[in-house]
């Protein structure tokens, strides 16, 4: 076999190595977009957890002080409840959000995984086929140059005789 002698899908095994990193650095940014909306969905679950349990605190407080209190005093406190409820459930909503933006990252993450396996698999069949077609070539190239001395043997033995 030369040296010269290109293999023939050389094109396809270039381009399944590529198709494999490239998969390789999605898998990675999807990884990483779901260690961020996992920190995400931790942040709003923390958030909301202690805004009710300042919520829970602060309003355990304000009953006892709304036992001694005037008719305006109570409006008020409806008026500050209410804004509360509205915040909780805009964090409810926050949460929500990051869930679902968690769910998406990790369907990403497997997604790029598996896309990844296609890739290193497609790519390893055609490294094999061509470790398997330099190997031929090179058996081919060792089986010619044993004929040529087989047959230059055969001719040392013909002119003796």
């Not at 094109?11 to 190595?17: D, E, F, I, S």
């Not at 602060?58 to 209190?69: D, G, I, N, V, Y």
């Not at 094999?128 to 047959?151: C, L, S, Y």
Request: proline residues 1%.
């Amino acid at each position: 076999m030369s040296d010269r002698e290109r293999y023939p899908l050389e094109a396809v095994q270039t381009v399944r190595a590529e198709a494999r990193r490239e998969a390789e650095r999605a898998l990675a940014d999807a990884i990483a977009a779901l260690e961020k909306a996992q920190a995400a969905h931790e942040r709003a679950s923390a958030s909301l957890r202690q805004f009710r349990v300042d919520e829970n605190e602060r309003a355990a407080l304000e009953r006892q002080r709304l036992r001694r209190c005037s008719a305006g005093e109570l409006q008020r406190e409806e008026a500050f409840q209410a804004r509360q409820r509205a915040r909780d459930a805009e964090l409810a909503v926050e949460l929500a959000r990051a869930r679902k933006s968690e769910r998406a990252a990790a369907t990403a993450v497997e997604t790029a995984r598996q896309r990844l396996g296609r890739r290193a698999a497609e790519s390893e069949a055609v490294s094999r086929h061509a470790d398997r077609w330099r190997a031929d070539r090179a058996k081919a190239a060792d089986e010619r140059a044993e004929d040529e001395r087989d047959e230059v043997a055969a001719a040392r033995r013909t002119r003796k005789a």
